[in-house]
């Protein structure tokens, strides 16, 4: 086997490794980010906040 044709082989094969985790890391930390948006979000939604004891709990429905 020709030990160029190795050594350029192995140095793809490492790149693409390392654009793989790269590309890992960005979706794990997009997914942080959005994570800890969606908590702020549920949090800043209590039912506390709202001014109406009774609005948004019944449908009127009518046939």
Do not use: C, F
């Amino acid at each position: 086997m020709d030990i160029a044709a190795l050594s350029i082989g192995l140095a793809n094969q490492q790149i693409r490794t390392n654009a793989g985790i790269a590309v890992m890391k960005n979706t794990i930390r997009v997914m942080e980010t959005q994570g800890a948006q969606l908590q702020k979000m549920i949090a800043d939604s209590s039912v506390s906040k709202i001014t109406h004891p009774t609005l948004g709990r019944q449908i009127d429905i009518m046939s």
